[in-house]
C-alpha cells in the first residue's frame, strides 16, 4: 500500500446464498482525496459499505486503513479505528436534541468511569462540559447551534442529514463514508450540501468516500471514481474520463 493512502481494499468479496454480491472488488484512497463509488441500483455500493465498516465480514479480501489490517473487526472496532459513515435512508436520534444526537458521538473521546456519572462526581461535570462544548463547536459548523436544543425529528430534511454528518464527524475519523447524502435533497439544498462536503474535507483533514445517484454533485466535487455494476468494478479513475466511458453511459448513465 502507498504509503499516502489512508485506504486500501484488495479483492475483497461476499456471497449471499450463492449470489456473489461483491466480486474482487479493490480500491485506493489517497489522504484527503473524495472518491465516489457509482453505478446503478443493486450494483452491490452499500455492500461495499457495510463491508467497510463491519456490518459484513467479507468472503475473501482485505481491508487496511492507514495501514492496518482491519478486516473483520466489530463496526465499533472499526469505527475506533477511523472510519465513520451516514446512512441512504437519515438514522438519527429522532426524540433526542440536535445537541444530544451529537453528545452520543463523543463518549469515546470523552471517557470517565461509570461510577462518576453514577455518583455525579466533579469528573463526571467535566467531562459533560467538554463534550457539550465540542458538539456545540461541530453543529456551529454546520449552522445548527442554534437549533441545538430542538428534537431532531424538528429541523428540516435538508439539516437533518447536515446533523448525521455533523454526528459522524463527532467521532474523529480519518475517512468519512456518505451514502447517498443528496437523497431527496431539492436542487439548493444539494448545491449547499457540495460546499460542506468540500468544507469539512479541508477543515477536518478527511478523506471522503461517497455514494451518489446525483452526478451533478459527483462531478462537482469528487476526484475519482469507480463505478460497479453487478457487484464487479466496470472502470476506474479520473472522473471526467469515466463519465464519458462509453460503457458507463450503456449499463448506468442510460444515454
Known amino acids: 500500500m502507498a504509503e499516502n493512502n489512508v485506504l486500501s481494499v484488495n479483492h475483497l468479496s461476499i456471497s449471499f446464498g450463492g449470489l456473489r454480491a461483491v466480486d474482487d472488488f479493490s480500491l485506493e484512497i489517497k489522504e484527503g482525496e473524495l472518491y ?5 441500483n443493486g450494483a452491490g455500493k452499500t455492500t461495499v459499505f457495510n463491508l467497510l465498516t463491519g456490518v459484513y465480514k467479507p468472503n475473501e479480501g482485505i481491508i487496511k486503513l492507514g495501514g492496518r489490517d482491519i478486516t473483520g473487526l466489530s463496526p465499533i472496532e472499526i469505527n475506533k479505528t477511523g472510519i465513520a459513515r451516514t446512512f441512504q435512508n437519515i438514522r438519527l436520534f429522532k426524540d433526542l436534541t440536535v445537541l444530544d444526537n451529537v453528545k452520543t458521538a463523543l463518549h469515546n473521546r470523552f471517557p ?4 462518576a456519572g453514577i455518583l455525579r462526581l ?13 458538539a456545540m463547536r461541530l453543529l456551529s459548523v454546520f ?15 435538508g439539516k437533518q442529514r447536515k446533523l448525521e454528518i455533523a454526528r459522524a464527524l463527532a467521532t474523529d475519523p480519518k475517512l468519512l463514508l456518505l451514502d447517498e447524502p443528496a437523497a431527496g435533497m431539492n436542487p439548493k439544498e444539494t448545491a449547499e450540501l457540495m ?3 468540500s468544507f469539512i474535507r479541508k477543515e477536518f483533514k478527511l478523506s471522503i468516500l461517497l455514494i451518489e445517484h ?3 454533485l459527483v ?36 444515454e
Do not use: H
Not at 470517565?112 to 461510577?115: C, W
Not at 466533579?122 to 465540542?134: A, D, I, Q
Not at 466535487?221 to 455494476?229: F, G, K, P, S, Y
Open 214 to 216: 446525483d452526478m451533478k
Open 219 to 254: 462531478s462537482g466535487i469528487c476526484e475519482r471514481l469507480t463505478v460497479l455494476n453487478f457487484g464487479r468494478i466496470l472502470t476506474e479513475g479520473n472522473t471526467s474520463e469515466v463519465l464519458n466511458n462509453p460503457e458507463v453511459i450503456t449499463a448506468y448513465l442510460g
Open 122 to 134: 466533579p469528573s463526571f461535570f467535566r467531562r459533560e462540559k467538554e463534550m457539550t462544548e465540542e
Open 195 to 197: 460546499e460542506t462536503i
Open 112 to 115: 470517565y468511569p461509570s461510577i
Open 36 to 40: 465516489g463509488l457509482i453505478g446503478p
Open 143 to 157: 449552522e445548527l447551534d442554534k437549533k441545538a436544543d430542538l428534537k431532531a425529528s424538528q429541523l428540516p430534511y
